[in-house]
């Protein structure tokens, strides 16, 4: 069975850090992997998502996150935080023939300035 | 216009109440999903259809059911409202079939039964 991994539950950075939010996946072929995004009081919006190809995948509001088989992971980036960032973030993956997806317990972000 | 919406926004009701949360999208997607959010847990699947004459059960259905009144509209009961369905409720939907697409939510429900 599928299954998502969001170790890290409230991660909290200074405005202008690099972040990494850590998302582990179990499924034994190819995943579909997504980041999502759920800002206070709102509904969750797509950041990227990883089908196949290239494995870095760029997303919107600067966010990237890379696809690493070997690991199981599918770690979500950004370079230098914005305290706009603050939100929680949920990594889902799905599986080729189906039309559902399974998502992490999510992981909030709070930054300092 | 906001391309998924759901109504009400914010409701409190009382333990075995009967209660209907809506949902309507523009964005004329086929697949539709009801999930609940609690906070540790993250999203679970209540119920998705992908037509108007296809329901399918998700992980949590128990307490649930759903209706599909058209394309556009998607609604999800609660027979008799008990304290741990207390919870923020999203619509979602999604596009391509047989194999997993972004999905778009709606804003939420949140949903409080003393």
């Known amino acids: ?37 759920q800002s206070p009081g709102q509904g969750l919006q797509l950041l990227l998502k990883y089908f196949s190809g290239d494995t870095l995948v760029q997303g919107i509001k600067g966010f990237e996150a890379e696809f690493k088989r070997s690991q199981s992971s599918f770690n979500l980036r950004k370079p230098s935080v914005h305290w706009s960032d603050a939100a929680e973030y949920f990594c889902a993956v799905g599986a080729l023939g189906t039309d559902k997806l399974i998502f992490g317990t999510g992981t909030r972000l709070q930054v300092f300035p | 216009d906001a391309d998924v919406t759901q109504t009400p926004r914010n409701r409190i009701t009382k333990t075995g109440k009967r209660i209907m949360l809506e949902c309507s999208q523009t964005k004329g997607h086929d697949r539709m999903y009801w999930y609940r959010q609690d906070p540790g847990l993250g999203l679970r699947l209540i119920y998705y259809s992908f037509d108007v004459k296809d329901i399918n059960k998700g992980e949590i259905s128990d307490g649930y059911s759903v209706s599909r009144q058209a394309q556009a509209k998607f609604s999800l009961s ?33 949903l409080t039964v003393l």
């Not at chain 1, 405005?15 to 939010?21: R, T, V």
């Open chain 2, 78 to 110: 609660l027979e008799s409202a008990i304290p741990n369905q207390t919870a923020l409720y999203f619509c979602a939907t999604s596009d391509i079939a047989g194999s997993p697409d972004t999905q778009y939510f709606g804003p939420g429900t949140r």
């Open chain 1, 1 to 37: 069975a599928q299954s998502v991994t969001q170790p890290d539950i409230h991660i909290t950075v200074s405005e202008g850090a690099s972040l990494e939010l850590r998302c582990n996946y179990s499924y034994g072929a190819t995943p579909y992997l997504f980041w999502y995004v």
